[in-house]
């Protein structure tokens, strides 16, 4: 009977605590008016940071050993699926997804640079991005319209656009590194992509996996990331970050290259027209770099 009673007990004691959580993050319990949702009490708005929690600082020397992989995040496996919904622009309250963060982000000059591959060495164009997210194609009855001299009725245009719905998935670059100051293995996001068709492919029917779009030094997106919730399916009163999440790696991903020899060729340059040798050649890849810090400790 005692044991029961401290289960009921605890159970309560968390039910009021998740209560006062989800009053705490959205508001919603004390709001009287819906201008108060989503809105930080008066005497809960100190707890609050814009800033993201900073690396810290890793000395050269202190660096024992180290790999650079590049892996791909799949958004069709339910782990992934945060990273991938809301597929709406607009959102759910203040919650929207991966890819609109980043491209609401680019758009307002929040995040100031956007690269052409994941090595940054060639900045791109919000105009030049722009030409990937929309094509027009005028029709055979608006060329007509055009050569008789009439203006062009919109009617007769097609116009093809891409959205968050049409990412696949994500490529992330990053680096682990054994501190031996620390005396542990960790891991440093770099970079980080959507993968999806353009507006011309999907224009033309395609509907291959695409390709990255665009890559963002991830550093200097943290912030942005930072102050963009994501969606905690194991308790919706506390959702995280986007930059909490994949610095802590809460999700899945597949080791598509390592940095070799035969200038970072892919697994599949080497292991071609076999996927399931592929992603063995990534489990041999990923257990190398854990077996490294277990090995470490037997000599």
């Not at 963002?216 to 308790?235: D, I, M, Q, T, W």
């Not at 080791?255 to 076999?274: K, P, T």
């Amino acid at each position: 009977m005692m044991m029961k009673f401290k289960f009921y007990s605890c159970f309560v004691m968390l039910t009021l605590i998740g209560i006062y959580n989800l009053a705490a993050q959205e508001n919603m319990l004390n709001a009287k008016t819906v201008e108060e949702l989503n809105t930080v009490p008066d005497d809960e708005e100190n707890l609050v940071t814009e800033e993201p929690l900073e690396y810290g600082y890793v000395d050269e020397r202190d660096i024992l050993w180290g790999k650079s992989v590049w892996e791909v995040i799949d958004l069709d496996e339910r782990v992934n699926l945060p990273l991938y919904y809301p597929i709406e622009e607009d959102g759910l309250g203040n919650r929207k997804s991966l890819y609109y963060t980043l491209i609401d982000a680019i758009k307002s000059g929040e995040i100031a640079n956007v690269y052409a591959d994941e090595y940054f060495s060639e900045t791109r164009t919000l105009d030049e991005l722009e030409a990937s997210f929309i094509r027009r194609d005028t029709l055979a009855e608006g060329f007509a319209q055009i050569n008789q001299g009439e203006q062009l009725d919109e009617q007769f245009v097609n116009v093809t656009t891409v959205d968050g719905a049409d990412v696949k998935s994500y490529q992330i670059r990053g680096t682990w590194y054994f501190d031996k100051r620390q005396g542990e293995l960790r891991y440093r996001l770099i970079g980080i992509a959507p993968v999806m068709i353009d507006a011309y492919s999907k224009s033309q029917g395609n509907d291959s996996e695409g390709f990255p779009l665009f890559w963002v030094f991830y550093p200097e997106a943290r912030k942005v990331l930072h102050n963009s919730a994501v969606y905690n399916g194991k308790n919706t009163s506390q959702p995280i970050s986007f930059d909490h999440l994949l610095n802590s790696r809460r999700f899945n991903a597949i080791i598509i290259r390592e940095a070799n020899i035969q200038g970072n060729r892919s697994v599949q340059d080497y292991i071609a027209d076999n996927a399931l040798m592929q992603l063995l050649e990534s489990q041999r890849i990923k257990e190398s770099i854990r077996n490294f810090e277990l090995d470490l400790w037997n000599y």
